[in-house]
């Protein structure tokens, strides 16, 4: 007989014994990775806490001048001391970020992220937190930054030929 020969026909009779055991574990592994996975949306600190609204990158630009206008830093080159318990804007667009925030340690921020143009994410290098910024949308990350220090922000969506350069900053006293 070849090597080659294809293998008995049997679907129709019971299953044999270790194949009901293997059957038996997969199962389980499914219901118990599928229960992980949604535990996981649910309970504990690895997500990012965030809420969102609508707006079109007009209002959105609108809203990042006039927070801008009010708390810029005095002779400075768009830098904005956000007081503590005010809300921050930054406007994400093709290539860079916009303000730069100076925020104060040991306070509580949402910062809203909103893009300009394209598709772009915002990322605090080293940090743990990682989001989209999408035209249309305004997605505001709740942050409570513990250590002074000057934060690097970085685009980590693909946007365009600037990319790789597209950064902005955070800095916090
Ligand atoms: Cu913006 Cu990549």
């Known amino acids: 007989m070849s090597s080659l020969a294809p293998p008995e026909y049997g679907w ?4 044999p014994r270790d194949e009901k055991v293997w059957l038996t574990i997969i199962l389980i592994a499914a219901v118990v990775l599928s229960a992980i996975t949604i535990g996981w949306a649910l309970v504990g600190k690895q997500n990012v806490p965030a809420a969102s609204y609508k707006v079109t990158p007009a209002e959105f630009e609108k809203q990042v001048a006039d927070f801008t206008a009010r708390y810029q830093v005095p002779g400075s080159a ?8 005010q809300d921050a804007y930054m406007m994400a667009s093709m290539w860079t970020f ?17 893009a300009k143009d394209v598709l ?26 513990d250590k002074p220090g000057s934060y690097l922000v970085v685009c980590n969506e693909y946007c365009g030929v600037g990319h790789q350069a597209m950064t902005g900053k955070i800095i916090v006293e």
């Open 12 to 15: 129709w009779k019971p299953f």
């Open 78 to 85: 768009g830098e904005v001391r956000v007081p503590p318990g």
């Open 98 to 114: 916009s303000p730069t925030l100076r925020l104060t340690a040991g306070q509580a921020y949402t910062i809203w992220i909103s």
């Open 120 to 145: 772009h994410g915002f990322s605090i290098a080293d940090q743990n937190l990682n989001v989209m910024a999408a035209p249309g949308h305004a997605y505001g990350v709740r942050i409570t930054p």
